[in-house]
Nanobody, 128 residues
């Protein structure tokens, strides 16, 4: 049974940092490409970071977070992370992790139509 549980959100001042975690169950983390998505109030959900299966571990970032966010994965812990630095008010959103069910991909995409979501998300608020 697919399980994706996000955690690590909270309220932080502009310029601060947070690290989000996504614990997965029901599948082997490094077999699939994984992604982080977010949805701000009144906006559509958008892909912000992804990482391919372990074979290549290619990463891809949205322009809005490039250079500030880093996606990583610890297969031994079945956990994916999103390190978020230099946070801005516009980063305020609910953050979700998701899995691309095509196995052993050497790439990843930020297009959410390829992903399955299973968690409730974690709220990130950036405010002074």
């Amino acid at each position: 049974q697919l399980q994706l549980v996000e955690s690590g959100g909270g309220t932080v001042q502009p310029g601060g940092s947070l690290r989000l975690s996504c614990v997965v169950a029901g599948f082997t983390l490094d077999t699939y490409s994984m992604g982080w998505f977010r949805q701000a109030p009144g906006k559509e959900r958008e892909g912000i970071a992804c990482i391919s299966s372990t074979g290549t571990s290619v990463t891809n970032y949205a322009d809005s977070v490039k250079g500030r966010f880093t996606i990583s994965r610890d297969a031994a812990k079945n956990t994916m992370y999103l390190q978020m630095n230099s946070l801005k008010p516009e980063d305020t959103a609910v953050y979700y992790c998701a899995v691309d069910w095509r196995p052993y991909l050497s790439f990843c995409t930020l297009t959410q139509g390829r992903y399955a979501f299973g968690g409730q998300g974690t709220q990130v608020t950036v405010s002074s």
